[in-house]
């Protein structure tokens, strides 16, 4: 079977900013790599996840795949369409929600589907069809003539997602869909992912929520400065996750001082530091919380805050990458 998406050496990067002025005769700062020599394949009818810090290559990686970003060497075949030589038929065959919600806010509910699919040179009656069997399927069929100023958040995002599949795509993009939700509406979001991705539709969404990237997607990618790190099943991924119990103390001073100190607490698997922040893997759970408050009060460390994460994908995240998602 044909991949859905392919890249295969994919990088992008950037002149700095006081690239092209004029300046003294010193030497040119480096390029801003934001993607190094991506190698990804996604599968027809996967839903896809990607996840990565701020600057971790992510959203360069969305932008190349939906033709607003030109890599600078590499190739990436979407649909079976080269986005650097065809980008005009990749966009034909992707359809994208952006993380904000973008509608036309001249137009009513419908009439924003209708134009969308007209846009991609789908009849208007035909367009009209598709626009109202997918406000039904959305549970937007009430709201079909309102404006949509007067959508709640997550029926503007639900609104997006109709949106793309006006003009039928063969893959669809989403970027942080659920961002800004409402529990209850983050809950009726996934269910309409899941409905979509039952039929199999290919799905590629970024997000900033490790439960959801857990809960939806077939398989995950983790990225970090424009480095893919890890590809794997959620469940395989989080049984990669280091040293049982991430446990993490925020302290007034620098933290390489209590190293030594908590390596040597039974339990502890795992020791890293990064400026004031402790994290410290235990196969003991938190039980091991209250040596290391002795180790800090022992170096004369106060303890600002404590975080606490069992084992999943969040710890792997923590441990590859060294910062959180969110």
Known sequence: MIPAIQTTALRKTYKPPSAGRKAPAIAAPPEIVALDGLDLQINQGELFGLLGPNGAGKTTTIGILTTRVRPTSGTAVVAGANVSSDPTEVRRRIGVMPQRPNPDRGLNVVENLIYHATYFGVPRGEARRRALAL???????????????????????????????????????????????????????????????????????????????????????????????????????????????LIELMLDRPADDLAEGVRAIGGVSRVETRGTTLRVFSEEGGRVISALIEIADAHRAAVRDIHIAEPSLETLFVSMTGRKLG
Do not use: N
Not at 143 to 169: F, W, Y
């Open 135 to 245: 406000l039904d399927r959305l549970g937007l069929a009430d709201k079909r003539d309102a404006k949509v100023d007067t959508l709640s958040g997550g029926q503007q995002q639900r609104l997006m997602i109709a949106r793309a599949l006006s003009h039928e795509p063969e893959i669809l993009f989403l970027d942080e869909p659920s961002v800004g939700l409402d529990p209850q509406a983050r809950l009726d979001l996934w269910e309409v992912l899941r409905s979509m991705h039952s039929e199999g539709r290919t799905i590629i969404m970024t997000t900033h929520y490790m439960e959801e990237a857990d809960q939806l997607c077939d398989r995950i990618a983790i990225m970090d400065r424009g480095k893919l790190l890890a590809l794997d099943t959620p469940g395989v991924l989080k049984s990669r996750a280091p040293g049982g119990t």
